[in-house]
T-cell receptor, first 114, second 112 residues
């Protein structure tokens, strides 16, 4: 069974551009979460979606948006990129059956903003 | 605001010894506390979960304790091996299963 898959694995953008990152969850997982991880820090929570609805939002500006599709895959969009947006963007899927939110992560998308 | 603190300094230990990592939190009452392992360039991998009404949980060479009065969890790796070298992340979430938050992680080096 395939794990959580993310694309692209690496990408380089310039300031002011827009980026779309994609994530496919583990089969049977209906929730997708997005995290930003800067080198040397822990993952920072951006969004969580469950059954196509936003169920949690972290302290990120409105330039960050996401959505979940009927097949439970998800996209993270970042507009007007800043140098500080350079990071590893992690997607994680989970079951969310009213218990703990145990996350299965993908390998991440490494974004570099020049 | 909610805050999770883990030892920012790397932990260096000798092979065969027990590694003990600390996770402290403030302004939060988690229903669950989780520990993950992260290797360089990879996503975190789930290791153990402990509930607020549990004091201790074990899995093979791993042991986690959870003290909701002290707002602290300890993560132990017994008989450590060089392959245990990685960053270990503490994570908290409430019932309902949304918005899991992570600490900064502690880097562990096990020397042969």
């Amino acid at each position: 069974d395939a794990g959580v898959t993310q694309s692209p694995t690496h990408l380089i953008k310039t300031r002011g551009q827009h980026v779309t990152l994609r994530c496919s969850p583990i089969s049977g997982h209906k929730s997708v979460s997005w995290y930003q991880q800067v080198l040397g820090q822990g993952p920072q929570f951006i969004f969580q979606y469950y059954e196509k609805e936003e169920r949690g939002r972290g302290n990120f500006p409105d330039r960050f948006s996401a959505r979940q599709f009927p097949n439970y895959s998800s996209e993270l969009n970042v507009n007007a990129l800043l140098l500080g947006d350079s990071a590893l963007y992690l997607c994680a899927s989970s079951l969310v059956n009213s218990g703990a939110n145990v996350l299965t992560f993908g390998a991440g998308s490494r974004l570099t903003v020049l | 605001s909610q805050k999770i603190e883990q030892n920012s300094e790397a932990l260096n230990i000798q092979e065969g010894k027990t590694a003990t990592l600390t996770c402290n939190y403030t302004n939060y009452s988690p229903a669950y506390l989780q520990w993950y392992r992260q290797d360089p360039g990879r996503g975190p991998v789930f290791l153990l979960l402990i509930r607020e009404n549990e004091k201790e949980k074990r899995k093979e060479r791993l042991k986690v304790t959870f003290d909701t009065t002290l707002k602290q969890s300890l993560f132990h790796i017994t008989a450590s091996q060089p392959a245990d070298s990685a960053t270990y992340l503490c994570a908290l979430d409430n019932t309902g299963g949304f918005k899991t938050i992570f600490g900064a992680g502690t880097r562990l080096f096990v020397k042969a």
